[in-house]
T-cell receptor, first 113, second 112 residues
């Protein structure tokens, strides 16, 4: 099946700093990639849709200046959390789309201290 | 926007028995309904999906049914095994380029 990787798998950063998360589709080209956030014991919430070579589309309530998304190629999308605060601590998961199906990465656990 | 309701939130079944998880959606334009299995600390794994032009789909012990009129779809797992224990999420989207709207998840516990 389609494989998506994320790096890093977990990261701890200090409040006010920025952190970048990479999402790669390893064996397919993903025209569209998605970023989700999952708080403990909750469901996944779509943050933004990323299309290769164009600006990301953010869901209502998601600050585009805080969560910077770049989709530089058909196999790589990055999410940068800028000026992170403790409330940004969460599990960030990306997915790559093949027609209808979405295949998810293993997630990145972000802890902001 | 789309709203997906999922029930039950927790389901405990004896090993070997069947498990059924149900979801309803609100947007009649949704046409793709996947189910994901998520183990603790991992990303969701696609286990089965169905499109709106199909009423039922089966893959070994797993099946999904869709009732477009009632706007609900269900996951059926037969002959449950300990490794089926996980959180299961249903989701819906309008078409391939859309993000998914997830249900709140069902914690499935398989009792030995």
């Amino acid at each position: 099946g389609a494989v998506v990787s994320q790096h890093p798998s977990w990261v701890i950063c200090k409040s006010g700093t920025s952190v970048k998360i990479e999402c790669r589709s390893l064996d397919f080209q993903a025209t569209t990639m998605f970023w989700y956030r999952q708080f403990p014991k909750q469901s996944l919430m779509l943050m933004a849709t990323s299309n290769e070579g164009s600006k990301a589309t953010y869901e209502q309530g998601v600050e585009k200046d805080k969560f910077l998304i770049n989709h530089a190629s058909l196999t790589l999308s990055t999410l940068t959390v800028t000026s992170a605060h403790p409330e940004d601590s969460s599990f960030y998961i990306c997915s790559g789309g093949i027609t209808y199906e979405q295949y998810f990465g293993p997630g990145t656990r972000l802890t902001v201290t | 926007g789309e709203n997906v309701e999922q029930h039950p939130s927790t389901l405990s079944v004896q090993e070997g028995d069947s498990a059924v998880i149900k979801c309803t959606y609100s947007d009649s334009a949704s046409n793709y309904f996947p189910w994901y299995k998520q183990e603790l600390g991992k990303g969701p794994q696609l286990i089965i999906d169905i499109r709106s032009n199909v009423g039922e789909k089966k893959d070994q012990r797993i099946a999904v049914t869709l009732n477009k009129t009632a706007k609900h779809f269900s996951l059926h797992i037969t002959e449950t095994q300990p490794e089926d224990s996980a959180v299961y999420f249903c989701a819906a989207s309008k078409w391939g380029a859309d993000g998914l709207t997830f249900g709140k998840g069902t914690h499935l516990i398989i009792q030995p």
